[in-house]
């Protein structure tokens, strides 16, 4: 008898320790599971505000870099599940389809300037908002392209690109600086080219195609078009081919922050790098659109989109998913939330201010000239990790010896690997 | 012999006894729900949803052994799992012999031989991953000269994790091996000089016999070691470099762990596959680490 007294004090002792706070109000609540930790501070700040102001329970918890998707399905099988998600891609979008609200109809969607950025279903139904896009292209050193002797208005496709940079690196040692960066295939670096440049690729063959949705398969009809973009950055650059695998990011990014190299292909992310901490003059850099050989590019933008889509949780109760709906729409149209979002990047909000950030205004400038957006086509990669990783392992193999032979190792990774990965995903 | 009447004072006391014998459950209980908690309930979770399809926990839908057929069926898993057993039966090898010379010598009486354990046991206090990125760099380098880089081919990668790992565990290994050949007894190596045995016939006769039991331990951690492999598998090669061979990827240099991980991944079909790859996982090593001590243990001696 005593035995079990003592059981059942002991538990009444560790349950004790663990009561749940569930005191659950009819005004719903707000859990947003954020994915970028970069912006944890600004959102935590804005999240207060709104709780002062509408008494509505509002969380917003940031999930370790790198740790987005095991931190979501963890989140997701508790009883308080977050009721506002990350999903990052169409791929990512077959994964989390159930447990995605669809917005379609939210006032919140009528706040957008642009539903490019949206996650669309197979259905048709709206899925996921895209609240923050970004930009990339190829950063171009302005005062050093002049000491060179170019100018940025001879640039103006793939092969006037070609014959500036060619000029650039033939000269390399008497101008003390070559045309670009290192493109480095570590894994710090290797996205650039894999995910980034690919997309160019992958763009204009769904372009097309007229695809918009993810295809089973690829033809690689613009596969030559990346190799020659490929080897210009290669050929043209003081970087070893063999020892690109080990070659980092910030290795690329210090080379043009210090002035050895005039083009970068990277992001509108790396403005308060250049400018804060490289001290690169503002109205020295810009971003020109990436050329490789397409015919009619005279006419691109920079590749413009996002792997920041919220999503409303289909799961929690509807007192929940009226308080995030609510809450995403005061986000977009009060002035603190305006303020908050577009401190973190570039938002898609009619009530969005100008940009700080030089290269967005740059690819804001293109737009307007009537130049059209290269979306984010690699959107759509299936196992999009994997994927990469093999199109790295055949550059890498390739850079270090450019023949023809392995070129189709490459053309192999696109093509082939593309078609294992769909069928691996929905194997 | 007649018990000794207590006089309440020892700790076998009846008076402190008893009360613990009728309380322990209160003192035994929150470490007993941690370990169902953080352990058993875990466990008995990840088997069972190795027969489900699922993406959270909580939408699991049962299938049966669906997962284990498209498991085996992954040529990744095939190639990660022969890769695995062969890195296990080199660096078991490789590590346990090094290790165990090492430890001889250091213990001859040599000048320094405190500085130089010191040294060895060293590498075994980096992390993982940090050596993973050190050894890349170091082996990078010295490829260069010949043009070529690690993750060209998968010899490079093998031979490489190969090296870091015996480079990170032959420290640990040899305190172990240490310890066993400081207690080999002082009277029997007397009485093998006194017979006149080689130093051959006093290794093998004399000292092995009696270190067995630290080769019983240090065989078992290196063979669970190369099973468990995976943040130096991750950091090194990443199990670049990726070919296709037979309509499917292949990942070179992936060890059981990584490819595990990796699996998971993939997308949320294959998140049951993964868990089914780790249950397999699971009974491999335990079935081998099982079996290894029962051999090892066989021939150990008693002192």
Known sequence: MKKILALALALVMVLALAIPSAFAADTGRVYWLNMKPEADEALQAMAKVYEEATGVPTKIVTAASGTYSDTLTA???????????????????????????????AAVLDELTTKDFNLVNEAGETKALGWIYESFGIIVNKALLEKAGHSLDEITNFDSLKAVADDIHARADELGFDAFTSAGLDDSSAWRFTGHLANLPLFYEFRDE?????????????????????????DDAAAEKTSLTTATGDQAEAEFGEGKAVFYQNGTWEWSAMVDKFGLNPDDITMIPIYCGVAGEEDAGLCSGTENCLAVNAKVSEADQKATLDF??????????????????????????????????????????????????????????????????????YSADQTDANWADVTSAFVDGWAIEYNMVNG | MRKKKNDGTAVNSVLIRRPIQRWFPLFILPTFLCFIIGFIWPFIQGIYLSF????????????????????????????????????????IVLINVLAFFIAYALTQRIRGANLYRTVFFMPNLIGGVVLGYI?????????????????????????????????QQIGYMMIIYIAGLQSV??????????????????????IIPNVMPSITIC?????????????????LTGG????????????????????????????????????????????????????????????????
């Open chain 1, 75 to 105: 989140e997701m099988a508790k009883s308080e599940a977050p009721t506002l998600f990350n999903i990052g891609n169409g791929s990512a979008l077959l994964d989390w389809d159930d447990y995605a609200l669809a917005l379609d109809g």
């Open chain 2, 240 to 303: 670049a470099p990726q070919v296709i061979m037979n309509g499917a990827k292949v990942n070179m240099t992936e060890l059981l762990a990584l490819n595990i991980y990796s699996t998971y991944n993939i997308s949320k079909n294959w998140h049951g596959a993964a868990q089914a790859k780790a249950v397999v996982f699971f009974i491999l090593v335990a079935v081998l680490a099982i079996a290894q001590q029962t051999a090892t243990r066989r021939k150990e001696v008693q002192q």
């Open chain 1, 210 to 234: 007229g695809i918009n949705t993810q295809p089973a398969t690829l033809t690689g009809a613009y596969v030559d078009n990346f190799r020659a973009i490929w080897d210009l950055y290669i």
């Open chain 1, 328 to 397: 995403l729409l005061w986000c977009v149209t009060s002035e603190e939330g305006i303020a908050t979002l577009s401190s973190i990047g570039d938002i898609p909000f009619k009530a969005a201010p100008a940009s700080a950030n030089g290269f967005s205004v740059a690819g804001s400038d293109l737009l307007a000239s009537g130049k059209y957006a290269v979306t984010w086509a690699f959107n759509y990669t299936p196992n999009v990790d994997s994927w990469r990783t093999g199109v790295k392992d055949a550059l890498a193999k």
């Open chain 2, 185 to 206: 007894p002082e009277d029997m190596l007397e009485a093998a000089k006194i017979d006149g045995a080689t130093g051959w016939q006093t290794l093998t006769k004399v």
């Open chain 2, 52 to 91: 489900c399809n699922f993406n959270t926990p909580r939408d699991a839908k049962w299938v049966g052994f669906a997962n284990y057929i498209k498991a085996f069926k992954d040529a990744g898993f095939v190639h990660a799992f022969q890769n695995t057993a062969a890195f296990a039966v080199v660096s």
């Open chain 2, 219 to 235: 065989t078992f951690l290196t063979l669970t070691n190369s099973f468990k492999l995976f943040d130096q598998n991750l950091a």
């Open chain 2, 135 to 167: 050894w890349a760099m170091i082996f990078d380098a010295i490829l260069k000269r010949y043009s070529t880089y690690l993750t060209a081919n998968s010899t490079y990668g093998f031979w490489g994790l190969v090296i870091l790992v015996a480079w």
